[in-house]
């Protein structure tokens, strides 16, 4: 084989292993959603703090997602990849070790630090692997196949793993994959060219806006407990704002901010963004709350469950990868958009009639498949929103801006979600309500609420610029 030949190959294999990095990081946030109840079962949590077994990853991911790529420009993408990849591994190992909440919570937030590292790295080190734009445009969409296929796969694989062996070994699969990929990305990347800007990391920005985050959920999760006007509760709430303002200012003032603020005078940016904040905030608690409704209420096993999410997944995947991009070229950003957001609010709602001795085919399905289409068909618009008003050589910040603003919305909206829900339960648990029905009540309120979360983000994505970027057929194959 030629040197040429032998080159290309060795890139294309450097991209399978990236993608199974990668796939790590995408199955953790959907893996552990089929062992919640075992896990709640287990170290005795109660539903309001369960919640922080998925937040407590969210939360890290999406505080440290932009601060992982600045480590990884700084002090070399390679070097960066396998630190990030030897924390997640190592906190995956914790997890699957753990024996109490507290502990398990804590794993989980350096788990999510570690894939955030790994996550911002991945896609840089990918984009100078491949140079020439079609070998681009095709690794892209392999690599964004994966990423929207990783869900479908750790709904199964969290069922098969907690209903055959136990929930520990949804984290503990993590170490040999983690060994695996570490050992690969040895042997074929190439090593980092010592690269250093001069700019500094902009470890206030990070800090304080993960703390914010941080105080905001724990006052929201503990507020039916702690009471919502309670000195508690408005004082954790009233630190977050602080804290918030503060990351504001020192992203207006510091020379290489975390988060520009400047992006957000761009109308496409700001909408996008926006519109993720209030869909994630809907999806999240859609993956977290129905797959309670279904073990709680409806009583599956957790293999049940994997399989009861899956055509959703599948449906997700496919559009993402083909079905989107095309509809983006036909109508542009805006429409393809606006019909995404309000196919996943019908799917939500529909949830939110769904009855306590609800069948699969009636209750379960309909949702899914519109959730799924709904989703498959949203993802490619509202990233190419985000990134449709800036200049090229910052669309990779725009990208890690919108990704921030997932995890973000979705760790604050499962929150606020998991806590009408319980309070909606509790108060009907003392009017001697049964307990599936009680349930059952809460969720559907929960549901309600996603679907208007999902609604509104339909309403505010009608005001983007509807475009039809060159890009389009280039990033996404």
């Known amino acids: 084989m030629s040197l040429v030949g032998h080159a290309a190959q060795k890139r294309w294999l450097a991209l399978y292993v990236l993608c199974l990095g990668e796939l790590m990081i995408v199955l953790d946030t959907t893996i552990v959603n089929v062992a919640l109840p075992s896990i709640r079962t287990d170290l005795v949590f109660s539903e309001t703090s369960l919640v922080w077994v998925v937040n407590a990853y969210m939360l890290t991911y999406g505080g440290f997602l932009l601060f992982g790529g600045r480590l990884g420009d700084l002090y070399g993408r390679r070097r960066t990849f396998l630190y990030g990849l030897v924390l997640f591994t190592l906190s995956s190992l914790a997890c699957g070790m753990s024996y109490s909440q507290g502990f398990l919570i804590a794993a989980r937030a350096v788990q999510g630090l570690g894939g955030a590292v790994v996550s911002a790295v991945a896609l840089s080190l990918l984009m100078n692997l491949f140079t020439e734009a079609g070998e681009r445009a095709k690794a892209m969409g392999i690599y964004g196949f994966v990423c929207a296929g990783g869900g479908s796969i750790g709904v199964l694989l969290g069922g098969l793993l907690t209903g055959t062996l136990s929930w520990h070994w949804i984290f503990l699969v993590n170490v040999p994959l983690g060994i695996a990929v570490a050992a690969t990305v040895l042997a074929l990347l190439p090593r980092d060219r010592t690269q250093r800007s001069g700019q500094k990391l902009d470890a206030a920005g990070a800090i304080t806006v993960t703390a914010s985050l941080m105080l905001a959920v724990y006052g929201v999760?503990?507020?039916?407990?702690?009471?919502?006007?309670?000195?508690?509760?408005?004082?954790?709430?009233?630190?977050?704002?602080?804290?918030?303002?503060?990351?504001?200012?020192?992203?207006?003032?510091?020379?290489?901010?975390?988060?520009?603020?400047?992006?957000?005078?761009?109308?496409?940016?700001?909408?996008?963004?926006?519109?993720?904040?209030?869909?994630?905030?809907?999806?999240?608690?859609?993956?977290?709350?129905?797959?309670?409704?279904?073990?709680?209420?409806?009583?599956?096993?957790?293999?049940?469950?994997?399989l009861a999410f899956l055509p959703s997944n599948l449906i997700m995947a496919a559009c993402s990868l083909g079905a989107s991009a095309k509809l983006v070229m036909r109508f542009g950003i805006r429409l393809p958009l606006v019909a995404g957001l309000a196919l996943a609010a019908l799917g939500l709602a529909l949830f939110a009639f769904a009855p306590v001795d609800g069948s699969f085919v009636a209750h379960v399905l309909p949702g899914m498949i519109l959730l799924g289409l709904g989703c498959g068909v949203a993802l490619n618009p509202v990233l190419l929103a985000a990134m449709s008003d800036v200049v090229p050589n910052e669309s990779g910040l725009a990208s890690g801006v919108v990704n921030t603003s997932f995890m973000m919305g979705g760790a604050l909206g499962l929150a606020v979600l998991a806590s009408i829900a319980a309070a909606r339960t509790e108060g009907l648990a003392g009017m001697a309500v049964a307990t599936r029905g009680a349930l059952a009540s809460g969720y559907h309120v929960a549901f309600a609420v996603g679907a208007a979360f999902a609604a509104l983000a339909a309403v505010l994505s009608a005001a983007l610029r509807s475009t039809q970027p060159a890009i389009t057929t280039e990033a996404f194959g």
């Open 221 to 306: 999760v503990n507020g039916n407990e702690a009471g919502w006007s309670s000195t508690q509760t408005l004082g954790l709430l009233g630190l977050a704002a602080v804290l918030f303002a503060a990351f504001l200012v020192i992203e207006a003032r510091v020379a290489a901010p975390l988060m520009p603020l400047r992006l957000f005078r761009l109308r496409n940016v700001a909408t996008a963004n926006a519109v993720a904040v209030l869909w994630a905030a809907a999806m999240f608690a859609w993956f977290f709350i129905s797959a309670l409704y279904m073990q709680l209420v409806l009583g599956y096993g957790a293999m049940q469950v994997g």
